[in-house]
């Protein structure tokens, strides 16, 4: 009989964010693959019995290619298995979940998804950015920096407009680009930007500065991956809202 397979977002770090029904699947798994920024305290909560099979991508370095984790999946299930599949944040958001899906439906595989923390929602809520506090935002984007083809080609224009906070994915690598086209599209060069790094871990780093002076700071502060870019208004509350590690 076909087992299951669990897509399963495990939030961006911090282990208490790990939904209940996450945990309670986890913990009950014959085989669970899981990526590179999945925290180490959740990859602890896998039982001793299951497989546990890393197929986590660094940039440029992926240690399984997208296609082979996908017909792994189908593999593992219809060896009558309880499989999980183990994202970093939400796995519907840049998170591949739906192409792995699309390959599940083809083989006849059947699956659930559960949500997770998605690293904008963690990321703000333990820097102490109210993504859209009334004042100074009515809507938020989630972009990523990093596209399919490796550019960082994206809609300028309608990403310049007021009372609009941008949480950009994957943005580090292209964050000098990022802020030349921002500035060259209407952005002010002062509107106040925020990097968080390692992101509600005990290692979270958080830098604000400006849409111009932000890619000096990454610099010079030596900001690694994962990190989250928060453009907006909002970030002139982090100061006063900061609550994490304090
Ligand atoms: C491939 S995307 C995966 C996003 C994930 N599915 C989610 O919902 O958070 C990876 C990017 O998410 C961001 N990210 C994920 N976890 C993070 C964290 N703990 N702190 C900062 N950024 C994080 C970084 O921009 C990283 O490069």
């Known amino acids: 009989m076909t087992g299951k397979v669990y897509l399963i977002g495990a939030g961006p770090g911090d282990p208490d964010l790990l939904t209940m029904k996450a945990h309670r699947l986890l913990t009950a798994a014959d085989v669970v ?20 099979l890393y197929v986590g991508k660094a940039k440029s370095l992926h240690s399984l290619p997208q296609e082979e984790i996908n017909a792994l999946l189908a ?96 943005g580090l690598t292209g964050l000098e680009s990022i802020s030349q086209s921002l500035i060259r599209f209407g952005m002010r060069p002062s509107m106040p930007v925020a990097i968080v790094e390692k992101g509600t871990s005990k290692d979270q780093r958080v830098f604000t500065s400006t849409m111009k002076d932000i890619h000096q700071v990454a610099i010079d502060n030596e900001v690694k991956s994962p990190a989250l870019l928060i453009i907006g208004e909002v970030v002139t509350l982090q100061e006063k809202l900061s609550w994490f590690g304090q």
């Open 75 to 170: 593999v593992k299930a219809k060896e009558g298995k309880v499989v999980v599949r183990l994202k970093g944040g939400d796995p519907f958001i840049f998170g591949r979940g739906g192409e792995e899906l699309e390959e599940l439906v083809s083989e006849g595989v059947p699956f659930e998804v559960v949500p997770g923390v998605t690293a904008a929602a963690g990321c703000a809520a333990y820097a102490g950015i109210p993504l859209t506090h009334r004042d100074y935002a009515q809507s938020v984007r989630f972009l990523t920096g990093h596209l399919k083809d490796g550019t960082t080609e994206l809609p300028w224009d309608e990403l310049v407009h007021p009372a609009q906070t941008l949480v950009i994915y994957m």
């Open 33 to 52: 693959l899981y990526d590179r920024l999945v925290g180490e305290q959740i990859i602890a909560m896998i039982p001793e019995t299951a497989e546990k």
